[in-house]
Nanobody
């Protein structure tokens, strides 16, 4: 089992920045690819970014050049640095994990955190 706990969400002005963190726990937490999904009110779940255990990164087109995903050396904490935030980025952001990295970019994840709210005001 893997447990995921997000932190770092909040309210920012358009053009501002936030960094989200996701702390993992479990006997094999470092085995999994990790990433971030988001869901805005009235919209479907959306893949945002992911990183494999080897460091391969994938980004949704909507966030390329603005968001950066990273992972600590132990592979147990993931981060999402969000810059040049836009109102359209307002959503609940979920940390996710899966044993197969391509699942994440396809919108599938075996493990989910509870989510953290990001609100971007104009």
């Amino acid at each position: 089992q893997v447990q995921l706990v997000e932190s770092g969400g909040g309210l920012v002005q358009a053009g501002g920045s936030l960094r989200l963190s996701c702390a993992t726990s479990g006997r094999t937490a470092d085995y999994y690819a990790m990433g971030w999904f988001r869901r805005a009110p009235g919209k479907e779940r959306e893949f945002v970014a992911s990183i494999s255990r080897s460091g391969t990164r994938i980004y949704a087109d909507s966030v390329k050049g603005r968001f950066s995903i990273s992972r600590d050396s132990a592979k147990t904490t993931a981060y999402l640095q969000m810059d040049v935030l836009k109102a359209e980025d307002t959503a609940i952001y979920y940390c996710v994990a899966d044993s197969f990295h391509p699942h994440l970019s396809a919108g599938r994840a075996d493990y989910w955190g509870q989510g953290t709210q990001v609100t971007v005001s104009s």
